[in-house]
């Protein structure tokens, strides 16, 4: 039985909250566990900077999605406004709303999947965690794709995109041994440097 809208919207919620949660608790687990990842920027900094990177994430994912049809659909326009709550606590509406999701199409394409999920590929004690967030992802995605009641072929082929891009930036390629090559820690240190130094580009507001 296809699940009804209110019960996606509670997923959509739900995924939205998961991404969040796996982002900041990665970062303290590194803040908490990992001092020597700090030498250049303080572990506060790399928490938020966090937190900023799963904002950049679910945005970039929302406006692929939808922006696979060209058109906003009514069921589209719920999920922006519950986005846009989430990511920066503001309700909109009428034409705030519309010009707040106009602005997620033009952000999705500066937003670059590299920068987004380096973090969980390139710091060696959140690797065990790629896995995760390759479901928190692609079950974002699906609930945007199927909110109007089915999925359609541009739609599919975008949700094929996003699970090729989560491979392609999340797969290391294995040295000559065979194995995946781990960073040194002065290497995780450099990776929390430039994490830090790349902030995605986001609004602070949308109003």
């Known amino acids: 039985m296809a699940e009804s809208p209110p019960e996606l919207l509670n997923e959509f919620r739900a995924a939205m909250k998961a991404c969040e ?9 590194c803040a908490d566990f990992h001092p020597e990842y700090f030498n250049t920027r303080s572990p506060a900094e790399f928490v938020q900077q966090m937190h900023d990177l799963h904002r950049a994430l679910l945005v970039k994912v929302f406006a692929a999605v939808v922006r696979a049809d060209w058109k906003w659909s009514q069921g589209e ?8 709550q989430h990511l920066w606590q503001q309700t909109l509406s009428g034409e705030e709303l ?7 199409l033009e952000l999705e394409d500066k937003l670059r999947w590299v920068s987004m999920v380096r973090p969980l590929d390139e710091l060696p004690d959140l690797r065990d965690r790629v896995a995760e967030l390759e479901t928190v992802v692609l079950r974002f995605a699906n609930v945007v794709a199927k909110f109007d009641g089915e999925i359609h072929p541009h739609e599919s082929a975008t949700l094929r995109g996003i699970q090729e891009s989560l491979d392609r930036h999340l797969r290391r390629v294995p040295v000559n041994d065979g194995n995946p090559r781990a960073p040194s820690p002065a290497g995780a240190s450099q990776a ?7 902030p995605p580009p986001l609004p602070s507001s949308h109003r």
């Not at 326009?77 to 846009?84: C, F, I, N, S, T």
């Not at 929390?192 to 790349?198: K, M």
């Open 21 to 29: 949660n796996l982002y900041v608790s990665s970062a303290r687990y």
């Open 77 to 84: 326009r719920v999920l922006a406004a519950e986005l846009l």
């Open 98 to 104: 519309q010009l707040a999701m106009q602005g997620m």
């Open 192 to 198: 929390v440097q430039e994490i830090s130094e790349a």
